[in-house]
């Protein structure tokens, strides 16, 4: 059993960010003779909470082509954790770096997949991700701005076996003595849901620890940082799609809390042009309920007991061929962790209408409480969800056959109008509310057809809001 204290100093130590530049910066810059910052933990076990001291050039990156995916973002963080110690010597001949590609598949929650195509893909995104940083030019004498693409070799079987990699030569120096850097927690990482909730939450781990945790950014600067400077160029679909869920992540899972202040123009229309975030460390309070959700979240059935029948968590099990481990935790939580995250991705698309948060959680209810247990997950859930939608139209119907919903005024109806077209971060802060004011626990409460079962609570704020 390990107790609070224990989980939130190891979930969210009180490491020191190193970054230079600005007068603010340079209190914390780094001092020659420094140590260089170590990892912790094992990276490819996430149960031991694994952290990276992530470089500021491996932060603010610039993404080319169709951009980074959640899943890249993940892998390259464990590539750069697993490879980190042995990249102290920038000029050191190193071999190239392995590592299994089942263990690199778990490392990034996509062990449900049996072979290398996603894994491929991200090495080649990887491959193709220019980094900048400053470049000293000995021919020149001058300092310039370098760019290097973040991987610059990769090698994978066609089945299992161990994937290879390498870093830039350029890139060395810069891993092996980092100016500025922000401990990741590779726990936390993987468990955020979009890619721009990871993306966030570095940038700000940068900053966390300077005598003035803020961040000045502009929109346009801040798109790109997140990689998503050709879409959603209007500010409030920006807002909505991306910055709100993001935020909402970074103050739920991790140990930081931020907040952030629009800046307006001063002309006609008063158009958003900048935003200023505050980030601040949780308090002992809040990390303590941080931690029961990641404790909860990595094994939502508790710690295991010391087992007493000698069971080998690698040893292949008779009855489906696959061992303990590659069977991942157990629970509901445990069955949605190993729905691929490329099959979820493809489902969103096909079926635009359905809440697939909601969707996924009222599948592995149903799937627990089956004889027989789920062994392809990915496959178990698409094929739930094209039974129940064969022409891919209607919403996915979560509420109890017979249960029928209460008859809503002419304000609720505006309200529930409004809410069933807004993303799920919206509905869930919303529902939050009509809890407050009497609303009973639900499962899949923000799903579109059961916000009618609570929205009277909470319309007459909801019709406010849209009125400012």
């Known amino acids: 059993m390990v107790c609070h204290s224990d989980v939130t100093h190891r979930l ?40 990276l001291p992530k470089p500021r050039t491996q ?60 894994l491929r893909q991200s ?24 760019g290097s693409p973040l991987l610059s070799f990769r090698a994978l079987p066609r089945g299992s076996g161990y994937a290879e990699w390498e ?62 400077a050709d879409k959603m160029p209007n500010y409030a679909h920006f807002q909505r799609r991306v910055l709100d869920p993001a935020v ?11 907040a952030y202040q629009e800046i307006r123009s001063n002309g006609r229309g008063r ?19 941080t931690a029961r959700i990641t404790e909860f979240a990595k094994a939502p059935v508790g710690r295991a007991a010391p087992s007493t029948n000698g069971r080998d968590q690698d040893t292949p099990d008779l009855e489906d061929g696959r061992t303990d481990r590659e069977r991942g935790p157990a629970g509901t939580l445990g069955l949605i962790q190993r729905v691929s995250l490329g099959v979820i991705e493809e489902l969103m698309a096909q079926y635009p209408d359905v809440d697939m948060q909601a969707a996924i959680f009222s599948w592995a209810e149903w799937a627990m409480r089956q004889k027989e247990p789920c062994r392809n997950p990915s496959a178990a859930f698409r094929a739930w969800l094209e039974k129940l939608h064969p022409a891919a139209s209607a919403p996915v119907r979560l509420t109890p056959e017979g249960s029928e919903p209460p008859v809503l005024s002419a304000t609720a109806q505006r309200a529930l109008q409004f809410l069933t077209g807004e993303p799920y971060a919206v509905r869930a802060k919303w529902y939050r509310k009509a809890q407050s004011l009497g609303a ?17 609570l909470v319309a007459d704020d909801v019709t406010k809001a849209l009125r400012v």
Request: charged share 25%; glycine share 6%.
């Open 59 to 118: 932060i603010e990156v610039m993404e080319t082509g169709n951009g980074l995916t959640l899943a890249d973002r993940k892998l390259f963080n464990v590539l750069l954790a697993y490879s980190w110690d042995k990249l102290a010597d920038p000029e050191a001949p190193l071999p190239p770096f392995r590592a299994s590609t089942a263990d690199l598949r778990r490392a990034i929650g996509d062990d449900t997949e049996s072979n290398n195509v996603r």
């Open 12 to 51: 969210f130590g009180t490491e020191t960010v190193r970054v230079g530049g600005s007068m603010a910066a340079q209190a914390n810059a780094v001092k020659p003779d420094m140590v260089r910052p170590r990892i912790t933990g094992n990276v490819l076990d996430l149960s031991t909470d694994p952290t």
């Open 123 to 146: 090495f080649d995104r990887l491959m193709q991700t220019l980094v900048r940083f400053p470049y000293w030019s000995e021919a020149d004498q001058q300092l310039k701005e370098g």
């Open 271 to 289: 158009k958003v042009e900048k935003l200023l975030f505050d980030v601040k460390k949780k308090s002992n309070s809040e990390l303590v309920a």
């Open 248 to 258: 909402g992540e970074i103050n739920e899972l991790s140990g930081l809390v931020i």
């Open 167 to 228: 870093f830039p030569p350029k890139l060395r120096p810069l891993l092996a003595k980092p100016g500025a850097w922000a401990r990741i927690h590779l726990a936390i990482c993987a468990q955020f849901s979009s890619k721009y909730s990871l993306a966030l939450y570095e940038l700000l781990s940068l900053r966390v620890n300077l005598r003035e945790p803020r961040w000045e950014v502009s929109l346009d600067d801040l798109r790109e940082s997140l990689g998503c």
């Open 440 to 456: 009973p626990d639900m499962r899949a409460a923000t799903a579109p057809e059961n916000i009618v079962r609570w929205i009277a």
